[in-house]
T-cell receptor, first 114, second 116 residues
Framework: RKEVEQDPGPFNVPEGATVAFNCTYS??????FFWYRQDCRKEPKLLMSVYSSGNEDGRFTAQLNRASQYISLLIRDSKLSDSATYLC???????????????FGKGTKLSVKP | DTGVSQNPRHKITKRGQNVTFRCDPISEHNRLYWYRQTLGQGPEFLTYFQNEAQLEKSRLLSDRFSAERPKGSFSTLEIQRTEQGDSAMYLC??????????????FGSGTQLSVL
């Protein structure tokens, strides 16, 4: 099983649509979770952190289910500018028990059409 | 510009040559990461440093790859005897380390390597 798995898409949606992305991770010891956004030929940038209680930032809502090892991202009222690849990211633990490296999923491509 | 800086932006080399990339992180960040990304894939972890100490290295990383961060500031990634399969975008990122938790990563624009 891959460490972080995402549906690669592409998701093609009209403007104004609501779209949801899912991600599963294999390491139950992971403690930090993130969604990153990557535009074509650009570097990844943090979209939002994901907390156990769930969190919302404007049109974006992230959820974490530790029991199922599952993370989701919901985008409401999608805009043309939301077109990008969305990367699910989890942390590993190093031998000292502190957070190690960040493991990225392959990403889910979103294309919002007029 | 106080972001993460990577040089060069592009590198074209012939198979078998050695190449070296440089990364200058955000000055107060003690963690520095190297990732590699190919088209259609997410960034693949290579190695990371906390200050000058290299704490983890991917098991997938060939011994042709070596990274250093001699004074805990800038880092270099060297690839020896390059192969066509090394062609990729090499991304550097830095992060403050807040206690035992990872804070967000700030990425540089990357170095695009093409091995002919």
């Amino acid at each position: 099983r891959k460490e972080v798995e995402q549906d690669p898409g592409p998701f093609n949606v009209p403007e104004g649509a609501t779209v949801a992305f899912n991600c599963t991770y294999s390491n139950s010891a992971s403690q930090s979770f993130f969604w990153y956004r990557q535009d074509c030929r650009k570097e990844p940038k943090l979209l939002m952190s994901v907390y156990s209680s769930g969190n919302e930032d404007g049109r974006f809502t992230a959820q974490l289910n530790r029991a199922s090892q599952y993370i989701s991202l919901l985008i409401r009222d999608s805009k043309l500018s939301d077109s990008a690849t969305y990367l699910c990211v989890v942390t590993s633990l190093n031998y000292g028990g502190s957070q190690g490296n960040l493991i990225f999923g392959k990403g889910t491509k979103l294309s919002v059409k007029p | 510009d106080t972001g993460v800086s990577q040089n060069p932006r592009h590198k074209i080399t012939k198979r078998g040559q050695n190449v070296t990339f440089r990364c200058d992180p955000i000055s107060e960040h003690n963690r520095l990461y190297w990732y590699r990304q190919t088209l259609g894939q997410g960034p693949e972890f290579l190695t990371y440093f906390q200050n000058e100490a290299q704490l983890e290295k991917s098991r997938l990383l060939s011994d042709r790859f070596s990274a250093e961060r001699p004074k805990g500031s800038f880092s270099t990634l060297e690839i020896q005897r390059t192969e066509q399969g090394d062609s990729a975008m090499y991304l550097c990122a830095s992060s403050p380390m807040g206690g035992r938790r990872i804070e967000k990563l700030f990425f540089g624009s990357g170095t695009q390597l093409s091995v002919l």
